[in-house]
């Protein structure tokens, strides 16, 4: 694909609107407008009907109307608020609008007599029935002034861009788009083959119809976007993103990447090194894994393993082929104390076989940095180990082979992207993205669909489910009482705190209270307390002293939701856990659970708890199937929670919703493979129309 200029080609620029200038222009770029075609796709959230007068006797409360009358007398009242006041009468009844900013032209405008035709919305007021500054104008003379043929829409609109402004272009815009020559065809050319959509309208027709619906309309369709104008639209929009990522993905098939394949010998020596036999699971991905990195073809592939289910072997057995191979390997982790955690463990495993690693994270500075950044540069490193850092451009990779990335779904497709940018000459890397999150299959489809996909679906064995409990936060003492018992059976547990902002500062706070006033309640337990604010190594004792035992109870944030391993760690106690989304909490209960005795997840709620959150909880209590959960997940709260902030701004849907819209996936697949076979030509145009202002697409 082309470079993604801020106007791409098929885009007509908006400024070819009358009226538009650089000031309008940036302030409809705002609201995502950058060129006409943008303009068509921007579709009303709701409609006004003005296509009928209602009778004033005949209004009712908070209905939106048009009504026409004769001004019976205006006055400017001195209530709370200066207000201009006028009745307006027709044969039926009588109504006051309501006026707080006005001029004097316009109070004078309204002499008794004059007839006046006003839009707006019926409230109640001190007056009775009345409407808070509507929009009017004034009749002249005898002949009846036309009345809307169409319901009104009403747009998505911003500062400086009104819906009198907003209807005034789409009118322009869809007169354009009428064009049968010039670029202006393109606007609205339906690019899909009529066989694709039987039950669907074609393009133009629905874009004219949701700008511009008939009196009789379904309206409670067009609200909930289910009508066949609207489905038309989502099922081409989930179509170009999900050629895109097809795209992607052909563009990456290209390219070269070294064969990775280790001595049997070495890989011999890797698996006598684990304290474990890999589960059949395991093997099973290895062996896909292993597939893949010997082909001459850049691996894009998703592994998803519930919390615990032994991903880290995992990535260390396709470490260990790429250094067999006489390549580097980078693995990337969302946080320091996870990123920590796996060099801990990969050094462990890894050391027999002499593979030695770098480490890489933002806090490393100086001589220290330049020291590990040398030996990445250099290929001593074999294994480079770190946080986003392993991104920057100062990075530079003597011989990268291989890139995986742990807790996917932190990380964006542009993250995805730049690493694999970091393959040494001609080639590219492999990539492994890991991931305890199942991506339910909606969003896999137009967020994931430039991968393969593997999944460990077995737990190593002795595992037992977390019994998992809600408890109100006034039986507090209670809870705390039952970390004692834990504690002096000779087992270990957590106490996380959460907050709704991401502010390191006040988790930090809310961690250390939690740990004093745990302090004064358990004198005989050895406490600990780990957050993001802490020093480095200081985290780390804290760490260490937990995993060796040296202390009972660990107070944390939610640092420690990923990854940390601690089998003697039976309870954990989650305070507020209705502040955090499922998936999140699912995760930290994995803490839990990872040896063979009995454990248990408190969830301490505060009082009183929403219906909404009432509901999460229980989806907890009663399943430990992370799939389950991150579908209700999705279901509840929507994919840009589901997937963290930073893959919301990639999925950037304008009309399609991955709930509602569910039911097209099927067709979206069949179609966009049909498009691929049959009509490749459509696949640019599709693209460029639906996301044709992303990065994300840019060249590979
Ligand atoms: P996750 O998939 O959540 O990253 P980890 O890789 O941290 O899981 O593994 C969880 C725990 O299970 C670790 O203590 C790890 O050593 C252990 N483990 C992994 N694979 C096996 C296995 N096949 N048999 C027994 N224990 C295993
Ligand atoms: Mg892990």
């Avoid at 500054?133 to 009403?154: F, N, R, S, W």
């Avoid at 180990?385 to 807790?407: C, K, S």
């Avoid at 040494?424 to 492999?430: E, L, Q, S, V, Y």
């Avoid at 509840?636 to 819209?661: K, S, Y």
Wanted: charge should be positive.
């Amino acid at each position: 694909m082309t470079a993604d200029s801020a106007q791409p080609a098929h885009q007509l620029p908006i400024t070819s609107l009358r009226g538009v200038g650089a000031h309008l222009r940036d302030r409809l770029a705002r609201i995502g407008i950058h060129g006409v075609q943008d303009l068509l796709f921007h579709l009303p959230t709701r409609y006004l009907d003005r296509t009928r007068i209602t009778p004033i006797g005949a209004l009712r409360q908070l209905a939106e109307v048009v009504i026409e009358g004769e001004v019976l007398g205006a006055d400017i009242v001195q209530g709370r608020r200066r207000s201009l006041i006028c009745k307006l009468g027709d044969r039926s009844g009588v109504v006051t609008l309501r006026f707080f900013h006005f001029s004097a032209s316009q109070r004078n405008a309204l002499t008794r007599g004059t007839r006046l035709r006003c839009y707006g919305e019926v409230r109640l007021g001190p007056a009775g029935l009345e409407l808070y500054h509507p929009e009017y104008h004034v009749l002249d003379g005898a002949a009846a002034a036309p009345l809307e043929q169409a319901l009104t829409p009403v747009y998505p609109a911003g500062e400086g861009v009104t819906q009198p402004r907003l209807r005034e272009l789409m009118a322009q815009a869809l007169a354009l788009a009428n064009a049968t020559d010039g670029p202006q065809r393109a606007l609205l050319h339906d690019w899909l083959p009529a066989a694709m959509r039987p039950d669907l309208p074609p393009l133009a027709d629905a874009v004219r119809y949701l700008h511009a619906p008939p009196p009789d309309a379904p309206l409670d369709l067009l609200l909930r976007g289910e009508h066949p104008a609207q489905r038309r639209l989502a099922f081409e929009e989930l179509l170009a993103h999900h050629l895109s990522l097809q795209q992607l993905r052909a563009r990456v098939r290209c390219q070269r990447a070294p064969l990775l394949k280790a001595p049997a010998e070495l890989e011999r020596r890797f698996l006598d090194s684990l304290p474990f036999t890999l589960t059949g699971a395991q093997q099973r991905v290895c062996r896909e894994i292993a597939a893949d990195l010997a082909q001459p073809v850049p691996m894009l592939r998703l592994l998803q393993g519930d919390v615990g289910s032994g991903k880290t072997a995992v990535a260390a057995h396709a470490v260990m082929q790429a250094v067999g191979a006489g390549f580097q390997a980078a693995l990337m982790a969302p946080t320091e104390i996870l990123a920590e955690q796996h060099r801990d463990t990969l050094e462990h495993w890894l050391r027999p076989l002499d593979i030695h690693s770098a480490w890489l994270t933002g806090r490393l500075k100086g001589r220290a940095r330049a020291v590990q950044l040398a030996a990445i540069a250099d290929g001593s490193a074999r294994l480079a180990i770190g946080t986003h850092a392993l991104f920057q451009d100062e990075v530079t990779f003597a011989r990268l082979g291989l890139t995986i990335i742990d807790e996917q779904h932190r990380f964006g497709v542009h993250q995805r992207l730049s690493l694999r940018e970091k393959g040494c000459a001609g080639t590219m890397p492999h990539q492994l993205i890991m991931t305890a999150t199942p991506i339910p299959r909606t969003l896999a489809m137009i967020g994931y669909a430039d991968l393969d996909y593997s999944a460990i679906d077995e737990l190593p064995p002795g595992r037992q489910p977390v019994n998992t409990v809600a408890i109100a936060n006034s039986r507090r003492a209670e809870v705390i009482a039952r970390i004692h018992g834990a504690c002096r059976a000779g087992r270990q547990a957590y106490w996380v705190c959460t907050l709704i902002e991401d502010s390191e500062v006040l988790q930090a706070q809310a961690a250390e209270t939690a740990a004093t006033e745990l302090a004064l309640a358990l004198p005989d337990l050895r406490i600990g307390l780990v957050h993001g604010r802490m020093k480095p190594g200081d985290k780390a004792t804290a760490m260490t002293a937990f995993k060796a035992g040296e202390i009972d109870l660990l107070v944390a944030t939610t640092v420690i939701e990923v990854g940390v391993d601690v089998p003697n760690a039976t309870l954990m106690v989650i305070e507020n856990p209705e502040r955090l989304g499922l998936a999140q909490l699912h995760q930290l209960r994995g803490r839990v659970g990872r040896g063979r005795a009995e454990s248990h997840c408190v969830l301490l709620y505060g009082t009183p708890l929403s219906q909404h959150a009432r509901e999460r909880l229980r989806i907890l209590r009663q399943t430990n199937d992370g799939f389950v959960i991150a579908e209700r997940d999705l279901q509840l709260r929507g994919p840009g929670e589901v997937l963290g902030t930073r893959q919301t701004g990639d999925i950037n849907l304008r009309i399609a919703d991955l709930q509602r819209d569910a039911g097209l996936l099927g067709s979206v697949q069949r179609g966009a493979a049909t498009l691929m076979a049959e009509y490749p030509q459509a696949i640019t145009p599709l693209i460029q129309r639906w996301l044709g202002h992303a990065t994300r697409y840019g060249e590979v």
